[in-house]
């Protein structure tokens, strides 16, 4: 089977370089760092730190490049998603699309552009630390099912997370990804813009009493949105959060939208904070804390 | 002529020490005996919107100064504690003002001696360049009211001073409506400039889209407003007003402790936020908004730390 990863930043990376230890599998990655793609080219694609992994992946930059695919999966930041589907669309014309990325409304716009989408959420993190090479920082597992306006057909859903778990990424194919994807984006919406705003660790930002009640407040906030929607979530943010915090799992990990603070880059709480606060409205459920935390990050972005 | 020490020769304390000295005989409490060294062989040159440099008396130790009539306490909130700490025991005729942004100077002061106490809130901003330089930016006046021991007509006494040394000034019967609105205004411009790194700007009274940051703006305000309609104090300017008036001038105005996060020094959260959130709790009106800023900056100071 034929897949592209479309966003070969960290997690796009650990998608490609483990399905690409499979015999089975074609990985294709589009990516429109150059540096990057030369180096995936040349040398592979390498992980390092919770796993240690080099896969064969052809890398392009170029979207025509791109042959018919079984499946996309798609990992590029949020407010990308747009331009990067635009793009790749014609690779999927008989294929199904995966959006692993975080935040919510993602899979709205991948219907737009293909016919048969798969709603995903995914735990493991890195960062890339030289072009090619991408420190696997955090393990954890991905949850794949059918978008219920545009559903990929199910057994397409378990084909590729049967890959994917082959590969080496853990992953689980259920009639509804709802619950994990809520849990994750309340657990990112909680942490991420905390880390962000004041410049500390998730360990860090977890030790505080104060801001330990604040994610909280957060999330009980964002458990409202999802409950309105008649969304189960599968397990309590809050252990997530408290899990992350240990030495061994994410203490020292700086959120993914901190880093984006440090090198200036546009961050993805459009689809975080400003998702849950979207959503709250549209139900009628009040959503201040997240409101404030959404204007905040948008004022770092404006500082700039 | 009167005599007055300003102890605390930051911005606040130079523009008062600079000017006052070419109506009254001025000396300067200062931290550091560098500083004091300084002020005394070169002066205290002020730029902007005054030009002159002005001679003073400057020590570390107040048992080398005259017994002034008026201190007029201008560091930071965050020293304030200190500073009255070392005029303890020293100047029982003098007349204390203090300076400090948010509420409750007065108190800190009254813990380290009986003197008579005038209050006041200040509005006019400056850069300070270096121990002996100050450049003159926003002239806006400073108010001044009765607090302990002192009545409205010593209020008018200290204004008319300041204004005849050339800066603005005025007397209130009851400076608290003034009080409480520069801290609701400063509770919320300074903490969002701090968490965002934005100086006061258009954005925070901008409110055309969701997530605009006006909304937060605003919603801090009205926290504010309704610890003091809950307090029994009626506001002196609308907080919002201030803020929507402020931006439109055109000018980015960098808050205070936006300075302090970008040099990663302590800020002043515990005399501003924090003492809006205690006036809160004592009048047991919710301020979430508020909390979650406090929680935020002081995170911020624990990343440098």
């Known amino acids: 089977m034929v897949v592209a990863v479309i966003g070969c930043g960290a997690v796009g990376s650990l998608f490609a370089a483990n399905l690409a230890t499979l015999d089975d599998v074609e990985v294709w990655a589009y990516d429109l760092a150059r540096e990057h793609v030369d180096a995936i080219n040349r040398d592979g694609l390498r992980l390092t730190g919770a796993g240690e992994v080099t896969g064969r992946v052809r890398a392009t930059s170029d979207a025509a490049e791109l042959p018919p695919c079984d499946f996309g999966i798609v990992a590029t930041k949020a407010m990308h998603t747009d331009a990067a589907l635009a793009a790749t669309a014609h690779a999927f014309a008989e294929g199904c699309v995966a959006t692993v990325q975080n935040g919510i409304g993602n899979e709205e716009v991948l219907a737009r552009y293909v016919q048969r989408v798969i709603r995903g959420t995914t735990f493991p993190a890195g960062k890339i630390t030289a072009p090619g090479v991408v420190q696997w920082d955090v393990k954890g597992d991905t949850t794949l099912g059918p978008f219920e306006d545009r559903p990929a057909p199910f057994e397409q859903v378990e084909r590729l997370a049967d890959a994917c778990t082959r590969g080496g990424m853990p992953t689980k194919a259920v009639e509804d990804a709802r619950g994990p994807q809520w849990r994750k984006v309340i657990f990112n919406a909680a942490t991420n813009p905390l880390g962000a705003l004041t410049g500390l660790t998730h360990g860090r930002v977890c030790e505080r009493p104060d801001l330990r009640r604040l994610a909280s407040r957060l999330v009980d906030e964002g458990k409202e949105v999802a409950a309105a929607q008649g969304i189960v979530l599968d397990s309590d943010p809050e252990e997530l959060i408290d899990y992350a915090a240990r030495p061994e799992v994410a203490y020292d990990h700086k959120a993914s939208m901190l880093q984006d603070v440090e090198a200036r880059r546009q961050t993805e709480v459009d689809y975080l904070n400003g998702g849950i606060a979207g959503f709250g409205k549209k139900l009628g459920v009040p959503t201040p804390t997240h409101e404030t935390i959404w204007a905040l990050v948008k004022g770092v972005e404006a500082s700039w | ?305």
């Not at chain 2, 902007?48 to 570390?60: N, S, V, Y």
């Not at chain 2, 209020?155 to 204004?163: F, P």
């Not at chain 2, 954005?203 to 809950?230: S, Y």
């Not at chain 2, 000018?251 to 959260?269: C, F, G, K, N, W």
């Open chain 2, 1 to 305: 002529m009167a005599r007055v020490c300003v102890a605390g020769a930051g911005v606040i304390g130079s523009l008062f020490a600079a000017h006052l000295a070419r109506v009254a005989e001025v000396s300067a409490l200062t931290r550091r005996e560098e500083h004091a060294e300084a002020l005394r062989t070169r002066g205290l040159r002020v730029s902007g919107r005054a030009d002159f440099t002005a001679e003073l008396t400057a020590a570390t130790d107040p048992d080398d100064l005259e017994p002034p009539d008026l201190v007029i306490l201008s560091c930071k909130g965050t020293d304030l504690e200190a500073v009255a700490s070392r005029i303890a025991g020293h100047w029982p005729d003098a007349t204390v003002m203090t300076v400090q942004n948010g509420i409750g100077a007065d108190e800190v002061v009254g813990r380290h001696g009986d003197w008579r106490s005038l209050a006041a809130v200040t509005f006019m901003s400056g850069t300070r360049h270096d121990d002996t330089h100050v450049q003159y930016v926003l002239d806006t006046a400073t108010w001044i009211g009765p607090a302990r021991g002192t009545t409205y007509a010593d209020a008018q006494a200290v204004a008319a001073l300041i204004v005849s040394s050339g800066l603005k000034a005025e007397a209130f019967e009851d400076l608290r409506p003034a009080q409480w609105s520069k801290l609701i205004f400063n509770a919320t411009v300074n903490t969002v400039a701090a968490l965002t790194g934005l100086p006061h700007d258009p954005h925070f009274a901008a409110l055309d889209r969701p997530g605009d940051l006006g909304h937060l703006v605003k919603g801090l305000m009205d926290e504010g407003k309704a610890v003091a309609a809950a307090a029994g104090v009626e506001l002196g300017e609308d907080p919002w007003e201030m803020n929507v008036l402020a931006t439109r001038r055109g000018s980015a105005h960098y808050p205070s402790m936006l300075e302090d996060v970008e040099a990663h020094r302590r800020t002043e959260i515990d005399t501003i936020t924090g003492a809006l959130v205690r006036a809160a709790h004592r009048v047991g009106v919710p301020v979430p908004l508020h909390e979650t800023m406090e929680r935020l900056i002081k995170a911020k100071e624990d990343s440098w730390s």
